[in-house]
């Protein structure tokens, strides 16, 4: 059995060398409670920034591992282009299943955002919840990093969030062909995909001002989580990240 992967913070001494690290909170307790570790096992730790580390828990306490760091490389298992991809907050655990699909896929950053027709709603719990559900798939599909999910609560907002992102892409359910051909997706790449209501015409205006080419994804009307997932999937692929 590999290491077991955890999300810690790694800092340096002076001479570079990486200081103990200690594993606390939900990763201590799934470490400790659910995975039954104790001192003497040896885990791999992310730091987020690419890099993994060996590392042997030295000591157990009440509510915290202390992890002594034997050895790190550079994750090659990271994503080279960087994609973007903005969903719009969707129903029930919709959202969830998106985050994980897209960690899995090899997305860099996730953006939820509020439109028009979308019905779902967020809060500080449901967003704690998602990044959650970002470093789970990270740890499961053996990232380096979990990526982050922000949300905006306004469209537009989410649409300027990609301005320095010079391949923007949008699945529009109303176009009848795509602007651009999808083999031809340069990165760094934002895609933009909408909520169960889709879009009205005022924000798939909104959307070409910003830059935005429409895209189609077939004749067939997707369900929000399927355009997300295919989307992306072909996106990846035309950047040789898939295969
Ligand atoms: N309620 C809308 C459909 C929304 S589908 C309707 O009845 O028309 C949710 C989102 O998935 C859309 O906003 C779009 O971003 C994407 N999508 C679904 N099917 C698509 C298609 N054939 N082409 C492009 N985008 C699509």
Redesign the pocket.
């Known amino acids: 059995m590999p290491p077991k992967r955890f999300f810690a913070d790694v800092t340096f001494s002076k001479d570079g060398s990486p200081n103990e690290v200690s594993l606390t909170g939900d990763e201590f307790n799934h470490a400790k409670n659910v995975l039954r570790l104790s001192a003497g096992d040896e885990v791999t730790l992310l730091d987020g920034s690419g890099t993994e580390y060996s590392a042997i828990i030295a000591r157990a306490e009440k509510s915290r591992f202390l992890l002594h760091i034997t050895g790190e490389r550079r994750s090659d298992k990271e994503p080279k282009s960087d994609v973007y991809l903005l969903v ?1 907050a969707l129903k029930g655990d919709k959202t969830e299943l998106v985050v994980q699909k897209a960690v899995e896929l090899g997305v860099s950053r996730i953006g939820v955002f509020s439109s028009r ?1 979308c019905s779902a709603y967020m809060n500080e719990n449901k967003l704690e919840r998602l990044n959650r559900v970002s470093k789970e798939a990270a740890k499961q599909c053996l990232r380096a990093a979990a990526p982050e999910i922000v949300y905006f609560d306004r469209f537009e907002d989410a649409l300027r969030s990609a301005e320095a992102y010079p391949c923007k892409l949008f ?5 009848e062909k795509s602007e651009r051909r999808m083999e031809e997706t340069c990165a760094p790449a934002a895609l ?8 009205a015409e005022e924000e798939f205006a909104l959307a070409k001002q910003c830059g935005f080419a429409a ?10 989580e399927t ?1 997300a997932i295919a989307f992306l999937s072909v996106a990846l692929y035309a950047l040789g990240e898939l295969g």
């Open positions: 719009g027709y699945a529009c359910e109303f176009a933009v995909v909408g909520s169960e209501g889709g879009f895209m189609s994804l077939g004749k067939r009307i997707l369900r929000a355009a």
